[in-house]
């Protein structure tokens, strides 16, 4: 069969796997005496361990294989799901995490490294598209199974995930893959890939602020909505706005590549992200937060398929790049809340959305400054220099 159809469908079973487990691991932990202390700990060690195996794996994971270490961390990640059976102590739990963040580190960069191998930018830009909106709807699906498998009984839960992580295992280790039809760049092509350089440092520097910004609203705005008195069902329904307007981008990014090697396209998304954050600092309109939540997901939805887009579109095999721009994402998941956190505690409650909108601006300040610094007229001029 051919890769891509697979790529897609495993990218839901993990990320809805995740989902489910992400949604339950708090009520177990809490059932074992954790605090809130924990509860943040927790998700930041496996937050850390995620960017930091990341980082570690970049450089190795053309050389050891992609399908290789996939099939080595899905099989690892089955086990460590059982092994939430036996949980009973807090510290269980961080160990879990720290294991488990690892596993995934091996997992993800070698599925977008894979899925982009030998693809030309057209081709590209459709399959990226089929895997943004596959891991997406896995985080639609998964919270909601979860809840529901919960409710009828704990073990249910990771049981479940456990046999579907299984299965993708099964599925590396025992699949014959083809893949689609390569088209050989031409001439233009090879002026796109010198801009996907270019554009490769700012698509990152954006994804992080990103992920700092968007880590701080889903980890602190449900403190923050709960203060004001916003029933719970009205809570979820503002935070699912987040994955609609995320999904909603990835669609339309996938049909159109006028954003590409254009700073004006993410410099306005950002932009609005901003604004999006400065009403949650000011106001508690349901309706100002609602228009909030879709920014948010916009904001995620261009600067994460920009990302990836540069980072695979090279020559040279993806998976180390493909590390980096992970990486990238975890670090900003691990020190939003982390800084968010502090200064709510000791600024105020609406001090980190204050913050993050200065990590946007300073963010697109850098982007300009990489862009400028790197214009192909400079650089020919200091290549002239003696």
Known sequence: MKKEPF?????????????????CVPLLAMGVGATYDDLGGIRATQSIAYSLGCFLLARWSDRIGYRRLMTFSTGAMALLFLGF???????????????????????????????????????????????NVAWSLGFVVGPTLGGTLYAMDPHHVFVLASAVIAVVFAGLLLGRFA???????????????????RFLPVAWVANFATFYAVGTVRSLFPKLATDLGIA??????????????????????????????RLAPLAAIQAA???????????????????????CGLLIGTTFTSSVFYSLHAHAAGGQRAGIHEG??????????????FI??????RAPYHVAILILICAFLVEAGLLWNSRPGLATERRQTP
């Open 85 to 131: 059976l036996a949980v009973d102590r807090v510290w269980h739990l961080f160990l879990l995490a720290c294991l488990i963040g690892p596993m995934l580190a091996a997992f993800w960069p070698c599925l977008q490294a894979w899925l982009g191998q030998g693809k030309a930018r057209r081709q590209l830009l459709s399959a990226l598209g089929g895997f």
């Open 328 to 341: 990238i994402v975890g670090t900003g998941v691990f020190l939003g809340p982390l800084v968010g956190g």
């Open 7 to 23: 790529l897609y469908a495993i990218s839901f079973l993990v990320d809805g796997s995740f989902a489910v487990v992400g949604l």
């Open 344 to 349: 709510a505690e000791h600024v105020g409650a």
């Open 179 to 197: 893949d689609g039809d390569a088209a050989p760049p031409d001439a233009p092509e090879h002026e796109t890939l010198a801009a996907a350089r």
């Open 232 to 261: 719970p069902d009205m809570l979820g329904y503002l935070m699912s706005l987040i994955g609609l307007g995320q999904l909603c981008t990835f669609v339309v990014l996938a049909h159109t590549d006028r954003w590409q090697f």
């Open 273 to 295: 992200a901003a604004v999006a954050l400065a009403l949650f600092a000011a106001t508690g309109a349901l309706a100002l937060f609602a228009l909030g939540m879709l920014a």
